[in-house]
Nanobody, 115 residues
């Protein structure tokens, strides 16, 4: 059974940091491309960051320079380090694992940036 479980979300003030984790099981993790998406209330789900099996990383312009994605293949876990958080980063953050036609999602973790 494939599972992707996000954690690490919470309520923070602007300028603070959070690190999200996505622990996976049931997949050959090291072969998968992993994406982090986010969805704010009333908005579409947007791609935030990607890390490929070869550890190539890409970021949305809105988070470039503030967020960092990384992976630990031994733990089958991907991380999203989020620094200098802004109000507009408030959203549910989802982990997505993709390999060819395989496409798996986690249940999401809420990040709220508020003063």
């Amino acid at each position: 059974q494939v599972r992707l479980v996000e954690s690490g979300g919470g309520l923070v003030q602007p300028g603070e940091s959070l690190r999200l984790s996505c622990a996976t099981s049931g997949i050959s993790f090291s072969f998968y491309k992993i994406n982090w998406y986010r969805q704010a209330p009333g908005k579409q789900r947007d791609l935030v960051a990607t890390i490929t099996a070869n550890r190539k990383t890409t970021y949305a312009d809105s988070v470039k320079g503030r967020f960092g994605i990384s992976r630990d293949n031994a733990k089958a876990t991907v991380y999203l380090q989020m620094n200098s958080l802004k109000f507009e980063d408030t959203a549910v953050y989802y982990c997505n694992a993709v390999l060819e036609t395989n496409d798996f999602w986690g249940q999401g973790t809420q990040v709220t940036v508020s003063s």
